[in-house]
Structure formats: C-alpha cells, structure tokens
C-alpha cells in the first residue's frame, strides 16, 4: 500500500496505472488531466519542450485522491482538491525546488493553491484566463439551421484548418506557431475537425474535437472568421460535433468558453451546454 502523501512520476503509463481509475470515475472535472495523459500517451513527450512532465497523485488510506500534471514549460493542472490538498502540494512541490510558471484548474482549487505557492514562494499570483467547463445536459440544436451544412474535414483541408485555429489561437491570446513544421507539436493536430460550409461551398465556420477518453468528448476549438459571425455558423457547427460525438458512443461532452464573453455563453447554453465549473488560470511572477 502506498503511504499517504504526494507521489511523482515522469512516466505516464505508472501514472495512469495508479491513478487511471480515479481519473475516469469522474471524467469532467478530471478533463484536463485525462485530455493531456492521453496526449502523452499517443505522442510521447518529444513534442513538449524536450523535456519529462511532472505527474503527481494524491493517497490516503490506499486511495488516489488528487491529481497534478505539468508538461515542460507550461503552468501546473490540478484536478479538484481541498484548499488543505491544495496546500500540501504547494509545499511539497516550493520543498523541492520547482519552478512554475501558473496553474491552472477549477477557480477554488487553483486559488488556494496560488495562495498557498505566494506564501511558500513569494511568488505573486495574477489571475490570467478565466473559462467556464460546460457540460452538456441535452443538445438542442439551432432553429432554424444556418444556411449551408457541415462537412468533416480531411487531409488536403490542411491548409485551412491552420488558417482557422491561427485565428482562434489569436483571438483566445495563445502563444503559439502554427505552420506545416510546427503543426504536429501543437495541442490543436490530434482532433477530428468539421467545417461548417456556406451555400456556395465556402468553409466559414470549424469545430475541433479531442479523442474520446473514458467517455468523455470535448469540443475545441470553435472558430468563426469575423467576417462571418453574427449568422449562426458556430452554433450549427458545434451541434454538427456534438451530435457526431454522442454517435460515436460518448457519454458527456464539454467544452469551455470565455467566462467574459457574453456572446458565446449566451450561444452555448442555448446549444444546451450548462456551466459545470468556473476555471482560472493563475501565472506566477
């Protein structure tokens, strides 16, 4: 039996084994963990920075609960802890050494552990994106139908799914390239992706969607060029993705959304995606 505590690893498949099954009984609110350990698993962890993630798991009483993953570079994720959970790792982790440029994770966890970094740390927290998981209860699709109709995307749509999530990534401030080189590196290469086509056969709308994991299915990106939004595109797309997804057999579906942008919440809820848990992303100076 493992003592109780905090428990590292860089290898993904210990990870998983010990802490796979926690990770899947509750596979929305362990999104993130589930999204980037899949990733892993599938591309190894050249594409990252070069260098070994850090995967942590919580134990007492010879059960895993909490979770933690960092990828080289990039800000700590948390699945959902107690602010006393949340503390413990902060120490452990200040203890040892390690430098983190944010985390990121459900808005109590994340806030008491950003609180917990400063005090072990000195390191001040400023809240850098604020999201909302939502979850969808029954999709509803829009009424009436955008003009034109969904098409999946394929290999020689390339060029244009770039061009889409280049626009998305600007919009959303990502710091990231995306070209033919660097496209296989990106969060944005190992999705399913549809268009939504205008009449004329004109692609004005894209949703992505991440491999099924324990059953779960999340929606991103959704993008829409700005010259055609205001006419529906997103919303008949994203119906297009979800409606594939349950289809396919998953049993939930999410997505995130801006948790400041009025517009797209207004449209996901009517899509019938109810908000599940308010995300922030804290960086650290």
């Known amino acids: 039996m493992r003592a109780d505590g905090w428990h590292f690893t860089d290898d993904v498949d210990e990870f998983l084994a010990e802490a796979g099954e926690f990770l899947r009984a509750r596979p929305v609110p362990h999104i993130m963990a589930l999204t980037w350990t899949a990733r892993l698993r599938a591309r190894g962890t050249g594409p990252y920075g070069g260098g070994r993630p850090l995967l942590g798991r919580l134990t007492r009483a010879g059960s895993v609960r909490?979770?933690?993953?960092?990828?080289?570079?990039?800000?700590?994720?948390?699945t959902p802890l107690t602010a006393e959970q949340a503390g413990s790792l902060a120490a452990h982790l200040a203890a040892a050494g390690h430098a983190l440029p944010g985390t990121g994770g459900d808005h109590d966890t994340t806030t008491a552990f950003a609180t917990a970094w400063q005090r072990?740390?000195?390191?001040?927290?400023?809240?850098?994106?604020?999201?909302?998981?939502?979850?969808?209860?029954a999709l509803t699709p829009p009424q009436p139908a955008p003009a034109g109709q969904a098409r999946a995307a394929g290999e020689a749509d390339r060029d244009q799914l770039m061009d889409f999530c280049r626009?998305?990534?600007?919009?959303?401030?990502?710091?990231?390239?995306?070209?033919?080189?660097?496209?296989?590196?990106?969060?944005?290469?190992?999705k399913d992706y549809t268009f939504w086509e205008a009449p004329d056969g004109t692609p004005v709308s894209m949703a992505g969607i991440n491999p099924t994991v324990a059953g779960l299915a999340q929606v991103d990106p959704v993008y829409t060029p700005a010259a055609h939004r205001g006419r529906g595109y997103a919303a008949g797309v994203t119906a297009a993705v979800t409606r594939a997804a349950l289809a396919a057999g998953a049993t939930e579906v999410t997505l995130f959304t801006d948790a400041t942008n009025p517009t797209s919440n207004a449209l996901y809820q009517r899509l019938g995606y109810d908000v599940y848990a308010d995300w922030t992303t804290y960086t650290f100076a």
Do not use: M, N
């Open 167 to 190: 626009g998305f990534a600007a919009d959303v401030r990502e710091d990231v390239a995306i070209d033919a080189v660097t496209w296989p590196t990106t969060r944005y290469a190992d």
């Open 120 to 137: 072990h740390t000195g390191a001040a927290p400023t809240p850098a994106v604020r999201l909302r998981l939502r979850r969808l209860a």
């Open 66 to 78: 909490g979770a933690c993953h960092q990828l080289p570079g990039r800000s700590l994720g948390l």
